[in-house]
């Protein structure tokens, strides 16, 4: 088939505005999922913004009403919704901002749209108002343990918490995650798992490894094959770390789902043929995410693959507009 010369130019020269949603609870590892495509197509075309700057309240304030921010009504989703269909239609917008090292608003910033805009948070799509202006979504869904593990480092490094407030914090926001937040996974187009690794609880602390497991929907429309290589002599003479690869059929809220299942550490070079592949369907390149790593995780390679996944979607709506606007010359 005909490749494009290069897909980062058509998209820079296209009047569309792609539009992600990433879901899930705070310290989930949103961020970790689709940092993939910044580093493909740059800030140039890559923006993101967090649906945090949207609480309608500080941290003090919702102290005093005895509220957590993960609640609708804690959120203007109102104006979430009308700053996004400005940004789809190409328009800049003054966006709220707030500061989580303080739990206060800062002054209102001017946003201009990128071809990709990313928009991370607890209720990126949590309204069929705001979940029709997306054309991708993904749910990040660790298990307990694992997101309150990460959610008490994140906080006490981060965001100036002490354990006992962070402890209490999740004891709190618990029913209300599962109320507001946790719907989202039901309409998602990637549902994202994240278990302990198989070969030990501590792999995920002093190495980043585990389970992660990436569930979709049987796909309607492939750009083209990409192959998952793996070598067996690089398999048997040079990795020296556990892995684990599997596919399987599940039904997560009652969706049938197929699943790619990684655990543990791939060889680079798996990655690095993936990446020439995409490299080669959409011309763009260099795509070296995972430069000077000597190991890959699980994390990484799903990573990877919702690249694949995004970029495969937004080459199906080039081709779609442009078919549609031939069928009216």
Known sequence: MTHPENFREVIRQSPIVYLIGVAGDSGSGKTTFTRAISDIFGDELVSSITVDDYHLYDRNDRAKMGITPLLHSANNLTLLAQNLRDIKAGKSILKPVYSHEHGTFARNVQFEPTKFVIVEGLHPYATDELRALYDYTIFVDPDKDVKYDWKIRRDMGKRNYNRTDVESEI??????????????????????????????????????????????????????????????????????????LSCISQNPDNRKMRALVVDGELMPDTIHKIERQIEYQTGVSPINIFRNQ????????????????????????????????????
């Open 171 to 244: 004891k709190k926001r618990e029913p209300d995650y599962h109320q507001y937040v946790e719907p989202q996974r039901l309409i998602a187009d990637a549902v994202i798992q994240i278990k302990y690794s198989a070969y030990g609880k501590e792999e995920g602390e002093k190495r980043n490894v585990y389970q992660v497991i990436l569930s979709m929907p049987a796909q309607e429309y492939c750009f083209e094959d990409i192959e998952l290589n793996i070598d067996l002599c690089d398999l048997f003479k040079k990795s020296s770390h556990n892995f684990s």
């Open 294 to 329: 000597e190991h890959i995780t699980g994390t990484d390679l799903v990573r990877l693959m919702l690249s694949w996944q995004i970029i495969n979607g937004r080459i199906s709506l080039s081709l779609s507009n442009h078919s549609q606007t031939a069928s009216l010359i």
